[in-house]
Structure formats: structure tokens, C-alpha cells
């Protein structure tokens, strides 16, 4: 049998969760005789090279980017889970949904005490290279389809563990109530 | 005719980022940017939160470093509750969250050392991209070993924060005025005196090792390692009291080029008095200066290189060691060589160790006067030497215990020049003049990145490569040529 194929990515998060999926330390090697992975912080891989069969997503979508690379991930993988409260619900990047983007904007860059009396000219990131932010920040299954969600902020790593052998496997795996509260 | 090369996604840190180049008619490099492509509004939502949240809110804008993050807030929090600054908690207060701190620290200087840069030095800054990763290291029979150990390394570090925070990643150990748990025996003598490798003794044998795996690297190419991307800069960095190396606690210090102190140990809760940022508007991260000396001429480094810089001395002996001829090579004066950033990031590793076995030594730690409260401030800094360099948090909190003011200056911000400065060193080092942009290219650019923030890297980098992509637009914007690191190669026109 091939082995299964395995995409990662981080939109809107933190990085914490793939800092967990290292968490599981001795068993990454192990990982690696499981499956192999494509389209990954961890590799070269920019852009899908072939269908995967699982993909990881950490956080929400904050940017239009954010969106297309979803969009990307759920065209490109047979099994899509969302990993961890950003991409299950947007998590603490989520907390700008109530206000405005300018409101955010004006106060990281005119009004902050280090730069109000430096700004004389009310200078604004605006330019051509930089991503347009969106309105609010999504989860990830108001964008595209979601499989699975992973709980936790980030999921322990021996969650991320069982989950990716489960599905190897083709087993079920239990969720125990103390990692589907909110931490 | 001129073009425009864009490497895109850089990666994330506290953001992502990406690279744009601009080649004149002559082919030579008329423009760089780093531009940081993500913005999160932190500094406005947090506000109406209860101050006590600020700890456990803010670390998750960093998953790689929320330690760092975690305390700097606690710390900030500590001077809203009257427990003063540093020196006003507990010695089982204080001595706990060093342990966090120091944990924290090495394990991230593990993780930047062996899973992104060790790739580069053990395979070549020009190997083949599908293995320069730390699977490829993995996979080398050679190096295996060496894999294992970082893995190790990082683990022990995260057992040690798991221990002081309650958890690996986004714990919830220091609030307001101390810790809430103190280091139960059992838990000393796990980390202490844990099965071979998880022990004390075993991590400061590993860090002397991995120092001399790079002293021996640097051996063998010092032209390199001395040339790529050397520039003079000022230097920044909290520093003990005495001058001593501390990544917890201080004043904030800052020596010029030369050595000569632009910033004479002030302390840092008056830190609206000596820095600024500038905002640019290609970029959301801002650009911190030091007011007296201008937007121009005031940046500076933090970070490693920056520590060692600033420091008279580094307070555990066999790092004093290495520290003492670490600074004989450039005769006792600031070092602006761009990859001994990863020298000194290693002494600090070993530095870590030493202090973490010395800690857990340490009685205070089992305990019980956990928590200080004194006389309620509307207004608190707090600020840190985390692993990429020094992280300032600063809040204003009302009546009601809400946050009413926050403003952040994280370690990336501060390396924000110095990086473009890398950036372009780079970039005309590597293209001024080249008709044709290859991979080692790009790789170079990332190398001088690394160097700088482990973040930056390590966040799409975590277990090897970050993915570039480099276009090629002519000056009407158009696309010409296009390459992904990947070593897919397109041509569009
Ligand atoms: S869920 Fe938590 S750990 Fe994961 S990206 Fe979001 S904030 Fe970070």
C-alpha cells in the first residue's frame, strides 16, 4: 500500500499548533515511515504536486490570501480537519470581529504611544504588496467543507498523535470530554 | 530592461512575510523589502479585557515562542498589582518563571539550531532543496544521531515549561504578582535527574557539543561565515543590573558599532522616553528606533548577537567561557558578523542549561509564598529578553481592571532594519548582475533571514524548508519568470 499523503498549513494562527504536531518529539520519526508529506512548512513543497489524502489546517482566515489557500488545501486534499480553535471557530484573532479594521488599523499605527508623535504624516500600510485584510476573521468550515475538527488551543500533541494514526488506520478514535472544553 | 523579483511567502512569525527585489535596466539591485503581510489588531481588541486575561490572551500570538510572551505580560501585570518590577515577586515567584524562561530559551535556541539551521551547515547552503530539511538530516546516516538529539534537546525544554506553565504550548503559569504552583519534588527530580537523556547534566553535554559542531564548521569556512551579510549596527538588550547576561530581568542597555553605550542601563518602564516607531507603508510591522538618535541612524539589533554585545559577562562559567573567546575574535569589540548570531545563540543554549540544572538545585522552588500584591498602578511595562531578542509589553489598565491602552514591540519588530538591511546585503551580494535568479539564490536570502529570527523561519520552516517563490516582473508589472523552490521553473511569456 502507498503510503497516505499529508498537506499542512497555518492561515490565521499562531504556529502553536504545528508547534504541537512536534510535540510528539521521538515520534516524528516514526511519522515519517507512516506518510509522507506534501505541501508543508515542513518541506519544499510550494505548491500541491498531487492529491493528498489528509490535510491539516491551523487557524482562521484574517486575509483574502488566507481564503485562497483554503480554497487550495480543500481542492487538493481528500480529507480536510481543522486543527485547533483558530481554524475551528477563529479563535483569539477572532476578538477584532466586533470592531472595525480601521479602528484596529488606526490604533496599531496612529494612535500606539510609540508612534502617535511619530507620524506626523499618518502614514498606513497600504501598499500594493501587502494582503487585504477582511472584514472579519472566518473559521474555516464557513469557508470550505470541514471533515474533522481537532479541539484545543493547540491540540495536545498526543491528540494530533492518535487522530493522524486513526485515520491511517481507518479506525475511530474517542475524543475524551477534558480536550473538547475550551483551554 | 528593469524587473521586480518577489519571494513570496517569506514566512510567518508573528506575521507573514515576503521579499520584493527590484533590478534596475543594468540588472543590479536598486530596491529590497521585507515586507510583513499580516496584521492582527492585537493592541485594539484586547482592550475592555480584564488585566488578569493579558497573559494567557497575548501569548497566542506566538506559538513558538508564548513563554516569552506569557511572562512579558505577567511581568507587566505584576507592576498593575504593586508587586514592583523583576526583583518584587517571591523568590519561588521569581525563580519559577526564570525556569520557565530558561526552559523556553532552550528549547528554541535547540529547535532554531538543529531544525533550521543545522540543514544548511551539515548539507550546503546549495544542496538539493528536497532533502535540505531536518528529515533530510534525519535520513543521513551521518547525522542521524544528531537529528535525534535535537529532538531531545527541544523536548526537555518543553517538559521543563509543561512543569512551570501546566502545559507545553499556551500555558497558564504566571499571573499577576507570581506563579500559581510551585515545583513539586517528584517533578524536580524528574528534570534534574530524569532518564538518560531527559537530565540536566546530559542537556549541558549536549549544548557543549552542538557549540563545538558549529566551531568546527566555522573552522573550515570562516570566509564565509565572516563575509555573508556583515554590517555595523547598534545593539540592544536588557542586561542585569551588574552588566551580567540575563534574559529575564534588567535594564535596557544599547552600544553602538563600536562599543560606546548609546543607552546607559535605564530603566525600562521609561521606555516611551528612548524609543519610537516609524511606520512604513509597505510593510505592517513597524520600524522601532531610538528617539535621540533618529529615525535614520537609530536602529538596531536584538536578539543574540545583540545579548553578547551588550553583556559585560555571562553569569555561569562555561559559558563565561566560550563567551570570553567568542569575544576575542573581534578583540573585545561589538560582533557584527551576520552568522555568529548562531555562535552566540549556542553559547546562550549552554548558558540555559547551566542555569536551568543550578534552578532546579535550588530549594526556593518547593515553596509556598507564590503570589506579591501591593499597592494598585494604572500602568505597567513589561519587558523580556525572549529568544529572538527583547519583547516590550506595555498597558494602561482602568478603574474597573480593564485594559484601556497595549502596546506591543515584539522581538521580530525591534530586527525589523536590520533584517532589510540583510535583505539587500544579500540580494546585491547574490544578484547584482545576474541574468538569471537559481535557488541558492533565494536560499541565501532565507539564510541571512534565519540568522536573524528563528521565528521567521522556523514558522513554515519548522521541520525544514520554508517555501519561496521568486517572480520576475518586467517594469510594466508583467510577468516574465517565475520559480518555485521546488525547482519547477515556468515561463509565462
Ligand atoms: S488554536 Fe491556539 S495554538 Fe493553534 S493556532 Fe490558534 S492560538 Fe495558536
Redesign the pocket.
Known amino acids: 500500500m502507498n503510503k497516505p499523503i499529508v498537506a499542512t498549513t ?1 492561515l490565521a ?5 504545528h508547534m ?1 504536531l512536534l510535540d510528539i518529539d521521538e515520534r516524528i520519526l516514526h511519522l515519517i515511515d507512516l506518510v509522507d508529506f506534501n505541501k508543508s512548512p515542513i518541506n519544499d513543497i510550494k505548491k500541491f504536486t498531487k492529491t493528498c489524502d489528509i490535510g491539516l489546517i ?2 482562521g482566515c484574517c486575509l483574502d490570501e488566507n481564503v485562497h489557500v483554503l480554497q487550495d488545501f480543500r481542492k487538493n486534499c481528500k480529507i480536510l480537519i481543522s ?5 475551528i471557530m477563529g ?2 484573532p477572532a476578538m477584532r470581529n466586533g470592531l472595525s479594521v480601521k479602528e484596529c488599523l488606526d490604533e496599531a499605527y496612529l494612535n500606539g504611544p510609540t508612534v502617535k508623535n511619530h507620524n506626523q504624516g499618518k502614514v498606513m500600510p497600504n501598499d500594493e504588496e501587502l494582503p487585504v485584510l477582511l472584514n472579519k476573521v472566518y473559521p474555516c468550515h464557513e469557508v470550505v467543507k470541514i471533515d474533522y475538527y481537532l479541539p ?3 491540540p495536545r500533541a498526543d491528540l494530533i498523535w492518535e487522530a493522524l494514526v486513526a485515520l491511517i488506520h481507518g479506525n475511530e478514535m474517542d475524543l475524551p470530554y477534558e480536550v473538547i472544553k475550551f483551554d | 530592461m528593469s524587473q521586480k523579483i518577489t519571494i513570496s511567502p517569506v514566512t510567518r512569525v508573528e506575521g507573514h512575510g515576503k521579499v520584493s527585489i527590484h533590478l534596475d535596466d543594468n540588472n543590479q539591485v536598486s530596491q529590497s523589502r521585507l515586507h510583513i503581510v499580516e496584521f492582527r489588531g492585537f493592541e485594539r481588541f484586547v482592550q475592555g479585557r480584564p488585566y488578569w486575561e493579558a497573559p494567557v490572551l497575548v501569548q ?1 500570538l506566538c ?1 513558538i515562542c508564548p513563554v516569552s510572551h506569557h511572562l512579558a505580560a505577567a511581568k507587566a501585570m505584576d507592576v498593575i498589582v504593586g508587586a514592583g518590577t523583576g526583583d518584587g515577586l517571591t523568590p519561588t515567584g521569581e525563580k519559577m518563571r526564570r525556569l520557565m524562561h530558561y526552559g523556553q530559551m532552550f528549547q528554541s535556541h535547540a529547535l532554531h539550531f538543529f531544525h533550521l539551521v543545522s540543514p544548511d551547515l551539515l548539507l550546503g547552503i546549495d544542496a538539493d532543496p528536497a532533502i535540505r530539511n531536518v528529515i533530510g538530516v534525519a535520513q543521513n546516516e551521518n547525522f542521524q544521531a544528531l537529528a535525534v538529539q535535537g529532538v531531545m534537546m527541544r523536548k526537555y525544554g518543553q517538559e521543563i515549561i509543561k512543569h512551570t506553565a501546566g502545559k507545553k ?2 500555558g497558564t503559569g504566571a499571573i499577576p504578582g507570581g506563579i500559581n504552583k510551585n515545583l513539586s519534588t517528584e517533578e524536580r527530580d524528574l528534570l534534574l535527574n530524569g532518564e538518560d537523556p531527559l537530565n540536566a547534566a546530559k542537556m549541558i553535554k549536549w549544548a557543549e557539543e552542538a557549540l563545538a559542531l558549529f566551531k568546527d564548521y566555522y573552522h573550515k569556512h570562516r570566509d564565509f561565515v565572516d563575509n555573508f551579510s556583515y554590517f555595523p549596527s547598534n545593539h540592544l538588550s536588557l542586561v542585569r543590573k551588574d552588566g551580567a547576561l540575563d534574559f529575564y530581568h534588567g535594564v535596557l542597555r544599547a552600544v553602538d558599532a563600536e562599543g560606546n553605550k548609546i543607552l546607559k542601563d535605564v530603566d525600562y518602564q521609561h521606555y516611551l522616553n528612548y524609543i519610537a516607531e516609524e511606520v512604513r507603508s509597505w510593510s505592517y510591522m513597524k520600524f522601532p528606533f531610538l528617539t535621540e538618535l533618529g529615525k535614520e541612524n537609530g536602529w538596531y539589533r536584538v536578539g543574540p548577537l545583540a545579548r553578547l554585545n551588550t553583556a559585560d559577562f555571562i553569569p555561569s562559567p562555561k559559558a563565561q567561557q566560550e563567551f570570553e573567546a567568542y569575544k576575542a575574535h573581534t578583540n573585545g569589540k561589538p560582533n557584527n558578523y551576520c552568522l555568529h548570531t548562531h555562535w552566540a545563540r549556542l553559547i546562550e543554549t549552554l548558558h540555559a542549561a547551566e542555569v536551568i540544572k543550578d534552578l532546579l538545585e535550588d530549594p526556593d522552588l518547593q515553596k509556598d509564598d507564590l503570589v506579591v500584591k501591593g499597592k494598585r498602578m494604572p500602568e505597567g511595562v513589561g519587558l523580556l529578553e525572549a529568544p529572538r531578542g527583547t519583547l516590550f509589553h506595555h498597558y494602561e489598565v482602568n478603574k474597573d481592571d480593564q485594559i484601556t491602552m497595549a502596546n506591543l514591540i515584539v522581538s521580530t519588530t525591534n530586527n525589523n532594519q536590520p533584517m532589510n538591511n540583510a535583505v539587500e546585503n544579500v540580494a546585491k551580494a547574490w544578484m547584482n548582475g545576474q541574468n538569471e535568479i537559481t535557488e541558492p539564490m533565494m536560499n541565501a536570502v532565507e539564510v541571512a533571514i534565519r540568522a536573524y529570527d528563528p521565528c521567521l523561519s522556523c514558522a513554515t520552516h519548522a521541520l525544514g524548508k520554508m517555501p519561496l517563490e521568486i517572480s520576475l516582473y518586467n517594469n510594466h508589472n508583467e510577468l516574465i519568470d517565475q520559480m518555485q523552490s521546488d525547482y519547477t521553473h515556468t515561463k509565462s511569456s
Not at chain 1, 486543527?83 to 481554524?87: D, I, L, T
Open positions: 497555518s494562527g499562531c504556529f502553536g499548533c504541537s491551523e487557524g486543527v485547533g480553535e483558530c481554524a479563535g483569539l484545543g488551543c493547540p | 497566542r506559538g504550548i499556551h
